[in-house]
C-alpha cells in the first residue's frame, strides 16, 4: 500500500510519453490514484478539438486554410471530471475514442495555434503540481522541468495485440472488429505521422527514463513507475526541491 501524497510540498510533476498504445493512459491513471495526485490525458484533448473540428464540419476547410480553425480555438474549454472528458461543457469521453476522430487527430495536432492554446491549458492544470501528464511532449516541450520523466515503449505488434483486446472488451466483434495486422499498420502511421512532424514531434527527453513494456503486465509497469516516483518526492522532500 503506497502512501498518498495530496497535501504539502512533496507533489511533483510526472511526465509520461510515447506511442501510441505503449500503456501510457492505465499506467498515468494509476500512478496518479496511487498517489492521490490529479491524472491529464492530453491526448483526450487533441482529441477534443479534432472532434470539434469535425462536428462542425470544418476539416476539409481547415486542412485548406488552417488559419480557419482560429476562432474555434479561442471560446475551447476542456475540462476533466474524474475519468470524464468535457469539451465546452458536453461530456463527449466516449465521442472522442471513435475512429473518424482517431484517423484526423495527428493532422490536426501538427497545428501550430492548437498546440499552442493546448500547451498554455495544459502548463495551468499542472502549475499547482500533483499531477500525472501523459502525451507526447510532456517531458520535451509541455513541461521540460517535470521532477519525474517517463518514456514508455511497446513492440508495434504487441501494442496491435493491446488495442485489439481492448476495442473487443468494448463490445466490437465480428467486421466491427479489424484484424491485429491492421491495427498494426495503423499504428506504425500513427507513430511515424507523431515522430516526423515539425512541432513537438514525439522525443524523448535526454532526462527521460525509458521503460520498455512489451514484455509487462499493467500491474508490473504502474509498480515500476510508483516506485521511481515515491523516491523522486522522496529526495525533492530532501532536498526542498518540489
Ligand atoms: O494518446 P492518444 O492516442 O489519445 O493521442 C491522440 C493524438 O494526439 C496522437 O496521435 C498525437 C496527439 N498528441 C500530441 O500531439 N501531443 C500530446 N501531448 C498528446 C497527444
Redesign the pocket.
Known amino acids: 500500500m503506497l502512501v498518498k501524497h495530496t497535501t504539502g510540498n512533496n507533489r511533483i510533476i510526472i511526465a509520461i ?1 510515447g506511442p ?2 505503449s500503456g ?2 492505465t499506467t498515468a491513471r494509476k500512478v496518479a490514484e496511487k498517489l492521490g495526485y490529479t491524472y491529464i ?7 477534443s478539438v479534432t472532434l470539434k473540428v469535425l462536428d462542425l464540419g470544418m476539416i476539409d476547410a481547415v486542412r485548406q486554410f488552417p488559419e480557419s480553425i482560429l476562432p474555434l480555438l479561442q471560446d475551447l474549454t476542456v475540462a476533466f471530471r474524474g475519468e470524464r472528458v468535457f469539451l465546452d461543457g458536453r461530456d463527449v469521453s466516449a465521442a472522442i475514442r471513435e475512429n473518424r476522430v ?1 484517423r484526423e ?2 493532422f490536426v ?2 497545428l501550430a495555434p492548437v ?1 499552442d492554446r493546448l500547451r498554455r491549458m495544459q502548463q495551468e492544470m499542472g502549475s499547482r503540481k500533483g499531477v500525472v501528464m ?5 517531458g520535451t516541450v ?1 513541461f521540460p522541468d517535470a521532477e519525474l520523466k517517463i518514456f514508455l515503449v511497446a513492440d508495434a505488434r504487441e501494442r496491435a495485440k493491446r488495442r485489439y483486446a481492448e476495442l473487443a472488451a468494448k463490445g466490437a466483434s465480428g467486421s466491427g472488429l479489424p484484424d491485429i495486422g491492421m491495427l498494426e499498420q495503423e499504428i506504425l502511421e ?1 507513430d511515424r ?2 515522430a516526423e512532424r515539425e512541432l ?1 514531434p ?1 522525443e524523448k527527453h535526454p532526462d527521460a527514463i525509458e521503460i520498455d513494456t512489451s514484455e509487462l503486465s499493467i500491474d508490473e509497469q504502474v509498480g515500476k513507475v510508483s516506485r521511481l516516483a515515491l523516491e523522486k518526492i522522496a529526495s525533492c522532500a530532501m532536498t526542498g526541491k518540489s
Open positions: 510519453d501510441a498504445a501510457k493512459s490525458d492530453t491526448g483526450a484533448m487533441f482529441r482517431s487527430v495527428s495536432s501538427s498546440r501523459d502525451g507526447r511532449d510532456i509541455v500513427r505521422a507523431d513537438a514525439l
